[in-house]
């Protein structure tokens, strides 16, 4: 790898690139850095023969994140210890872009301040072997006490206050260029004059913290972060008016000369060493993939009303079994349910009305087929009322895959040391509500603080041959308000989501690649014995394969084509119809998206 492959990855957040750069810049000293990244925390193990310098070493992994610039990281924990030791012996906790912000992640926290800051000042790109640079080793000030607000003499610069009111909260934690503060703290706004050019003075409050004379962990389930919060609260202002107030990352500027405003009542760090130390695991390579692979609509046949049941279950999936191999994780949209419940909840007889139930046993069918997680979240997981809802949920997991669809719920499961979130929607209000765009974010936020990618299941949106096309507008399907996909699509990702897996129109759809995430509208039928229609572009089906690296950025993807014959049984489709399907609909739906779909199914990010 060369050098300015390094610099380039590091800048993206990648913890090898950042642990060679910051080992390098402290090659001099004899100290050791090992990297972990969790969300937007970068934890640094500093080691050495003897306890590495702690200033010292705060101002050359400082200067050298600041010069960095990695937008993903926003906050540097710092813990040092000596060689053989296994609890470190101090610890600091650095917030790069907005110094006065609380953060309750570490022990120690600080905030840094700049007095020589100066916004004309151009930011030069680093080269490689200056880029974590030697700085002096003399100890910067300590500054004990709360240190006022710096004052201007530039009478241009018009200081109004500005409440803001914790906690922070991302607007997206990959590819986000802004962020929302808000506090009952009282902060200083500064506000540039017409046709003027103007720097900005940041100040920092001190807070104080709560100290607290015991802790007991009981559960090795704890992360530090949990811990931290619970230990270190800051003293509460009384409660005054607050407004929310956006602010770009690209107007902080360059700190200079910092000072160090260090909080008082610390810890003692063999309280939280186990948990510390737990924090720093081995990086995860950049270059991990994570391959899903992912079915639309399964219906694999019921017997209510009628026995419609396949005399040799086994057959069903035998021909695309192969095609369902050789992923991390395979997902699909159950659309039936797994129970004997005898009484349905929809009334039937008039042609449009269905309730299908399937029985319990097929649930090892469906984990033979090489499932790991199901969503019930749709119109007919409710066809035999909460009873026949709770039997489907409990013979999934019994079979020893996950469901995911239960109002509120987030699935989790771990691949290669990369912890991947489910949530699964419909337009429905009895499981989570594509509807209300308020609760969906409030979930993926949720999911982004425990997991590092989060998939996204919906079933929404018109149905059959006519609604091929997608708009970014609301469907209805018989009166019924089905949603508008692209708008939740692009509203989840923006909140952090990395991957949307939509169905329920019954045939294929556009795709299309939104800030680096893969958008799938429609994956069509992939099952449907005897019960749902296979003629024209309703039996055009696929299985949607997509890797993903460890940020939950689209890498690549294809398009296994399959079609459905007229009892709806799936069948490798040597004429590729479902791929010419959706190439021909992501050119019409989205022209100027980056998503490129060669004539082979395979997926790929426009050069």
Not at 77 to 98: A, C, F
Not at 340 to 351: E, I, L, Q, T, V
Not at 522 to 547: H, I
Request: aromatic content about 8%; overall charge positive; proline content about 6%.
């Amino acid at each position: 790898m060369t050098q300015q492959e390094i610099l380039t990855r590091a800048k993206q957040g990648d913890p090898q690139a950042i642990a060679f750069l910051i080992n390098q810049a402290l090659t001099t000293t004899g100290v050791k850095a090992k990297v972990s990244i969790q969300k937007n925390n970068l934890h640094l193990l500093l080691e050495s023969s003897q306890l590495p310098e702690r200033q010292a070493c705060i101002r050359v992994i400082h200067q050298g994140m600041q010069r960095l610039n990695a937008s993903s990281i926003d906050f540097v924990n710092i813990y040092g210890r000596r060689l053989g030791n296994t609890i470190p012996e101090w610890t600091e906790v650095i917030e790069l872009y907005r110094p006065n912000i609380y953060h309750p992640a570490g022990v120690g926290t600080i905030w840094w301040q700049s007095e020589n800051t100066n916004s004309s000042q151009k930011s030069l790109e680093p080269t490689l072997p200056s880029l974590f640079q030697q700085v002096e080793l003399n100890t910067p000030e300590i500054v004990k006490t709360n240190p006022e607000i710096s004052k201007s003499e530039d009478k241009n610069v018009d200081f109004s206050p500005v409440n803001f009111k914790r906690p922070v909260r991302k607007i997206n934690s990959r590819s986000r260029t802004k962020k929302i503060f808000s506090s009952s703290d009282i902060s200083w706004q500064f506000l540039p004059q017409k046709n003027q050019v103007f720097w900005l003075l940041l100040s920092t409050i001190g807070i104080a913290l709560i100290p607290v004379s015991s802790l007991v962990f009981n559960s090795n389930n704890y992360k530090l972060p949990e811990i931290i919060s619970n230990i270190s609260q800051p003293q509460r202002r009384p409660q005054q008016n607050s407004s929310t107030v956006e602010v770009s990352q690209s107007a902080v500027p360059t700190v200079t000369t910092p000072k160090i405003v260090q909080t008082q009542n610390q810890l003692n760090l063999s309280e939280v060493s186990e948990f510390v130390l737990s924090s720093i695991k081995s990086p995860i390579n950049p270059d991990t993939r994570i391959t899903i692979k992912a079915v639309g609509d399964i219906i694999p046949g019921t017997n209510y009303p009628k026995n419609k049941l396949h005399p040799k279950k086994q057959e069903l999936f035998a021909s695309v079994k192969p095609l369902l191999q050789d992923a991390d994780i395979v997902f699909g949209n159950f659309e039936s349910t797994l129970t004997s419940y005898p009484r349905s909840g929809k009334k039937m007889g008039s042609g449009r009305v269905f309730a299908f139930r399937t029985p319990p046993n097929y649930r090892y069918l469906l984990k033979d087929a090489g499932f790991d997680v199901l969503s019930v979240a749709n119109n007919h997981s409710f066809d035999f009322l909460k009873q026949g809802f709770e039997d489907t949920i409990a013979n999934i997991q019994n079979a020893g895959m996950q469901a995911v669809g239960k109002k509120g719920e987030i699935v989790y499961r771990e691949v290669k040391g990369i912890n991947i979130a489910f949530i699964a929607f419909s337009n429905y209000s009895y499981h989570n509500s594509m509807l209300d765009l308020e609760s969906a974010k409030k979930l993926v936020r949720e999911a982004d603080e425990n997991a590092d990618i989060i998939v996204i299941s919906v079933h929404a949106g018109a149905e059959g041959t006519r609604a091929l096309r997608i708009k970014n507008k609301t469907e209805y399907f018989y009166g019924e308000n089905r949603g508008n996909k692209i708008l939740f699509s692009h509203t989840l990702i923006d909140e952090g989501a990395d991957l949307i897996l939509a169905h329920g129109p019954h045939v294929p759809r556009a795709m299309e690649v939104y800030q680096g995430k893969l958008i799938a509208y429609s994956l069509g039928n992939f099952m449907g014995y005897r019960t749902l229609s296979s003629k024209a572009q309703l039996g055009y089906s696929l299985v949607l394969e997509v890797d993903i690296n460890p940020r939950g950025d689209f890498v690549s993807g294809k398009i296994l084509p399959v079609h459905l014959n007229s009892k709806g049984i799936p069948y490798p489709d040597k004429y590729g119809r479902s791929i010419k399907l959706i190439r021909q609909l992501t050119k019409k739906d989205f022209p100027k998206t980056i998503l490129e779909i060669d004539g082979e199914g395979k997926l790929k990010v426009k050069s």
